[in-house]
């Protein structure tokens, strides 16, 4: 099992800038993948991105492609999620959760979650 705890939510104007941090705890770090997903209210939970055990891969949303970026520093147990150029569609919770399979766009693949970090984006 995995505890996950995020950070670095906020409330930003549109066109801000965020970074999002994960740190984690349990199994070691460096085995599993990670992903980003976020439910915005009165919305099903939503993948956002996802990056390999070893950083080399990763995976975004259509929706996020070119203004978020995720990477891990595995020497720290942490993933990051810069999120550039937001619009206030972003604005939701947002979760890092850590993947029982290989590298996953499915929610249903992922196992452990945080406890989630609020980012309110206005216009």
């Known amino acids: 099992q995995v505890q996950l705890v995020e950070s670095g939510g906020g409330l930003v104007q549109a066109g801000d800038s965020l970074r999002l941090s994960c740190v984690a705890s349990?199994?070691?770090?460096?085995?599993?993948?990670m992903g980003w997903l976020r439910q915005a209210p009165g919305k099903e939970r939503e993948f956002v991105a996802a990056i390999s055990w070893s950083g080399g891969i990763t995976y975004y949303a259509d929706s996020v492609k070119g203004r978020f970026t995720i990477s891990r520093d595995n020497a720290k147990n942490t993933v990051y999620l810069q999120m550039n150029s937001l619009k206030p569609e972003d604005t939701a919770v947002y979760y890092c959760?850590?993947?029982?399979?290989?590298?996953?766009?499915?929610?249903?693949?992922?196992?452990?979650w945080g406890q989630g970090t609020q980012v309110t984006v206005s216009s």
């Open positions: 959760a850590a993947s029982g399979s290989a590298l996953s766009r499915r929610i249903d693949d992922y196992g452990d």
């Open positions: 349990g199994r070691p770090f460096s085995t599993y993948s």
